[in-house]
């Protein structure tokens, strides 16, 4: 099957949300071009179709299953871009709202800039990479739910924000730079891995999984016990060599979890070196 692109070019900068739900390869597949134009929109409260907010250029008129979505421009009030593809491509070259890749199956999702908050919410497989900054709750399970993200790999090369991987059940999630607090909580499965700094609080009440530190964590909660000390620890096929002090909790919740915290970048959890078995 033939490669298809197409790009949407916003019309206008959105002063409300966007529902962009429909913009997806698997919607957009077989379809011809006409018929993507007319898929339906929520601008706020009012329903538009495709054509009325972007400008469609396209290479072919044949869409196929290798498709990709290209948005061009600042579509940070577009929510839900992505959700549920199983495949194809988007690429949004600019900052991206929030909801980004919802409920993914697969497939591959490029963000240029910064996306907002519940990136990969519920994400099931596929590939999620933002090149900015990403915001709270990058992983995690809807309000009320303990389905949190169950497979795929999201990649962020600056700092994300707080709660990342809550109710996580698999999958990897991995920020570059700072993460904010709480992250892992309630997690069951799956590894996240922070090439920065913590603001703490990690793996709140988890049962399972682990979370590597590279860089500063102002303290590890009281319900977690000292183990042991590593001198390396691997992620997927990354084997990453700097030694790290192995924590395993939650204890309130009698988790097994495993917490792989920088020795040299945090020498303030040197008093848990006394708990250790010579």
Same mark, same amino acid.
């Given at each position: 099957m033939c490669k298809e692109l197409?790009?949407? #070019?916003?019309? @206008?900068? #959105?002063? !409300?949300? !966007? =529902?962009?739900?429909?913009?997806?390869? $698997?919607? #957009?597949?077989k379809k011809s071009i006409d018929r993507i134009k007319t898929l339906h929109l929520w601008e706020g409260n009012r329903k538009r179709v495709l054509n009325d907010l972007f400008k469609v250029d396209y290479e072919e008129d044949t869409p196929s299953e290798n498709l990709t979505i290209r948005l061009v421009g600042d579509v940070s009030k577009l929510k839900k871009i992505g959700a549920k593809m199983s495949s &194809?491509? !988007?690429?949004?070259?600019? *900052?991206? +709202?929030?909801?980004l890749g919802e409920e993914?199956?697969?497939?591959?999702?490029?963000?240029?800039? *910064?996306? =907002?908050?519940?990136? +990969?919410?519920m994400m099931k497989g596929g590939r999620i990479e933002i090149m900015g900054n990403a915001g709270d @709750?990058?992983?995690t399970a809807y309000r009320g739910s303990t389905e949190g993200m169950k497979g795929g790999t999201i990649i962020i090369q600056g700092?994300?924000?707080?709660?990342?991987?809550?109710?996580?059940?698999?999958?990897?999630?991995?920020?570059h730079g700072n993460i904010g607090s709480l992250a892992g909580i309630h997690m069951r499965d799956g590894a996240i891995l922070v090439?920065? *700094?913590? $603001? &703490?609080?990690?793996?709140?009440e988890m049962l399972g999984g682990r979370i590597i530190v590279l860089g500063h964590v102002p303290s590890?909660?009281?319900?977690?016990?000292? =183990?042991? !000390?590593?001198k390396s620890v691997r992620v997927g096929d990354e084997t990453i060599l700097s030694p790290f002090y192995m924590f395993t909790g939650d204890g309130v919740e009698s988790g097994e979890g495993r917490l792989y915290v920088s020795q040299a970048k945090n020498p303030h959890l040197q008093v848990y070196e006394k708990f250790l078995v010579q």
């Open positions: 197409i790009s949407l #070019f916003p019309r @206008y900068s #959105f002063n !409300v949300p !966007v =529902d962009a739900g429909n913009i997806t390869p $698997d919607l #957009f597949a &194809g491509r !988007v690429v949004v070259e600019g *900052n991206a +709202g929030m909801r993914m199956r697969g497939g591959s999702i490029t963000v240029t800039g *910064n996306a =907002d908050s519940w990136t +990969g919410m @709750y990058v992983g700092n994300a924000g707080s709660e990342v991987g809550c109710f996580m059940r698999n999958g990897l999630i991995k920020a090439g920065g *700094n913590s $603001d &703490g609080r990690l793996g709140a590890i909660l009281p319900t977690f016990s000292v =183990d042991s !000390v590593r």
